[in-house]
């Protein structure tokens, strides 16, 4: 959800400064990124209709870049800072490494690496392989100046300023050659002419590390904005104790993107008290200085809510196209499905869109409108049809069998005569059969639902609860 956040706030401040939207997928640590993660990222931006405008050529369609494709680029640029005298191998080993961290944790002292390999330089190391940088079981370093500090004008935030003393000789390539997250940024943001990098606050301590890099290689700073994190309904960061956190699940539990995309801009962002947004009006009213400084809080009630007036708003028909896997799930057969017309299931979707929240409960709602078996409500069936209610249903169903049109209006007009020759409310007769329909209390006007299931199903599935035990 946090990445989901992140690059829509990248989209709609390129769409709303008529800019470009770069899509980077950064590989370079092997053990966190695998094709699973990265296909997964590609399907939730598409979803969320969250178009890039460049990349490499991949099967005829703009790609994203891939930083493990770039690996040339990072060493030609260590190996200019190695050349400058701004850079310098290391050979230490993490074991070293260890050691000295934790003597300078117990002398009170800050632990970070002690430079011990500056007076190297840039020369190689005996044994390094002549093939290129970061070979050979050296790393490259970038060497830090402890006289000044770095200023971060964040577009969010404000002022925020960084000690030198604070920072460290980082890592610039591992010994592999493979860069590091904080180098291999700065050069791609280089070559693709990256002017704003929007991006979580968990970032900020990256950000003067990166200026760093930039200031060796003697190029602009491009702006940076860092937006609070999203935090759960009990305040602590959002992560799976608190459901799916995936956007991609929210789609298997019948979200619809445009939903997910407006709760997403509100969680952080504003625009006056309005809530519900088109994606043109997301994108005219976008800006930054609208992002608040604090961390937005997730609520799933909320985005509960927002779905369900995205769902009274969608056009029948393709609402009936969304439907048709969840309806499946379900347990309405394949053969039933496409046994009916379009005519038909938009009819079902118009008819019952507007209690549903997700299209999950939609399809789960609708389910007793086709042929196979249901579920009855044990409660609804022992309080509701009782021996009276079965009397006045088998009396009813004779009516109903002579009616000369099987339709809401005809059905309606039967029931208010019934009910008023038998001093009854017209829900007395209705919850009757609606339990016997749905096998619940809770549905949409029983009489336009009788007509849209059909005399046949209609007669079956109230003679099958006429003949269940209340």
Not at 102 to 121: Q, T, V
Not at 247 to 257: H, I, N, R, W
Not at 281 to 307: M, S
């Amino acid at each position: 959800m946090g990445g989901a956040r992140t690059a829509l706030y990248n989209w709609l401040f390129a769409r709303h400064d008529n800019g470009v939207f770069i899509l980077r997928i950064e590989d370079t640590d092997a053990e966190r990124s695998t094709e699973e993660s990265a296909s997964a990222i590609l399907e939730a931006m598409r979803w969320l209709g969250l178009d890039w405008d460049e990349g490499p050529e991949v099967g005829g369609s703009v790609g994203p870049y891939r930083q493990a494709d770039r690996l040339d680029l990072y060493r030609e640029y260590a190996q200019r800072l190695l050349d400058e005298g701004k850079a310098y191998y290391c050979v230490c080993t993490s074991e070293e490494l260890e050691v000295r961290r934790k003597a300078a944790l117990a002398a009170g002292l800050p632990p970070k690496y002690d430079g011990r390999c500056r007076e190297r330089g840039n020369r190689r190391v005996a044994g390094l392989q002549q093939s290129g940088v970061g070979t050979g079981g050296a790393v490259v370093r970038l060497m830090i100046q402890e006289t000044g500090g770095v200023e971060i004008a964040d577009l969010v935030h404000g002022s925020i300023r960084f000690e030198d003393a604070e920072l460290d000789d980082f890592i610039l390539l591992r010994s592999d050659g493979m860069p590091t997250y904080n180098f291999a940024v700065v050069v791609d943001d280089v070559l693709m002419g990256i002017t704003h990098v929007i991006r979580g606050d968990d970032h900020i301590s990256n950000t003067p590390r990166q200026i760093k890099v930039y200031e060796a290689l003697g190029l602009p700073v491009p702006w940076f904005a860092h937006i609070p994190m999203i935090l759960g309904p009990d305040r602590s960061r959002l992560s799976k104790r608190h459901g799916a956190t995936s956007v991609l699940a929210y789609q298997q539990m019948g979200y619809l993107p445009e939903a997910m995309v407006n709760y997403l801009a509100r969680l952080g962002w504003s625009h006056g008290d309005q809530e519900i947004f088109t994606r043109e009006e997301l994108v005219q009213h976008f800006t930054l200085e609208k992002v608040g400084r604090t961390p937005a809080v997730f609520d799933p009630v909320k985005l509960e809510w927002l779905n369900g007036q995205y769902l009274k708003r969608t056009a029948p028909d393709r609402l009936a196209a969304l439907l048709r896997p969840f309806w499946e799930a379900s347990g309405v057969s394949r053969e039933e499905l496409g046994g009916k017309d379009d005519a038909w299931l938009q009819a079902v979707a118009r008819l019952f869109q507007e209690r549903a929240r997700t299209l999950l409960e939609l399809a789960s709602s609708s389910r007793f409108v086709f042929e196979g078996k249901i579920e009855r409500d044990e409660a609804a069936v022992r309080n509701i049809l009782t021996r009276e209610a079965k009397d006045r249903i088998r009396a009813l169903l004779q009516e109903i069998e002579a009616l000369p049109s099987f339709t809401a209006a005809a059905l309606e007009s039967l029931f208010r005569t019934r009910a008023a020759a038998l001093g009854l409310k017209l829900v007395d007769l209705a919850q009757p059969f609606r339990v016997a329909l749905s096998g619940t209390t809770v549905s949409p006007p029983i009489f336009p639902t009788m007509e849209l299931m059909g005399w046949n199903l209609v007669r079956r599935r109230v003679e099958e609860a006429l003949k269940e035990e209340g």
